[in-house]
């Protein structure tokens, strides 16, 4: 199976089916098949909830990176609570409205925390150019105003 230290980066889910159901089929104590015996591992969830719910949808190359990060905070590698493939791929859309509900938690707190953030910091910017007399931009204005007038 995968180990912990397992990157998103480099995963292929080509490879981790194969290694699914070679390590299913030699330590298979069940006798079933591996379906029923191995189960999708957190890459491929954060993979089929991206191209199932996000990718495709007009989404700049920043907000798809800020929606990746954000699953994997919601889907973490050493999540491993996703059932057999047989059961993700019957009962999935259970587990895709948790994930997607988390998911909205998370990005409306970055989102939120953004706002109020620049805000604040365009507020701030703004008041120590031009506060009068003492602003970083109050000489150089009063300079071109009284050269222009």
């Not at 089929?25 to 991206?50: A, F, H, I, K, M």
């Not at 996000?54 to 050493?78: A, M, T, Y």
């Not at 895709?96 to 701030?124: G, L, P, T, V």
């Amino acid at each position: 199976m995968i180990d912990d230290h397992w990157v998103y980066a480099n995963y292929s889910p080509a490879q981790e089916t194969r290694n699914a159901m070679n390590h299913a089929r030699l330590n298979s104590t069940t006798g079933g098949p591996w379906y029923e015996s191995t189960g999708p591992c957190s890459p491929q969830v954060r993979d089929d909830v991206y191209n199932k719910y996000f990718k495709g949808k007009n989404n700049s190359e920043k907000r798809s990176i800020d929606i990746q990060n954000i699953l994997i905070d919601v889907v973490p590698n050493h999540r491993k609570d996703f059932g057999s493939y047989r059961g993700y791929s019957m009962w999935g859309g259970e587990l895709h409205n948790r994930i997607k509900i988390e998911f909205a938690k998370k990005y409306a707190q970055m989102y939120r925390s953004k706002r109020i953030r620049d805000k604040c910091i365009k507020e701030w910017v703004i008041d120590r150019l031009y506060r009068f007399p003492n602003g970083l931009r109050v000489p150089k204005l009063r300079e071109e105003f009284y050269n222009n007038a």
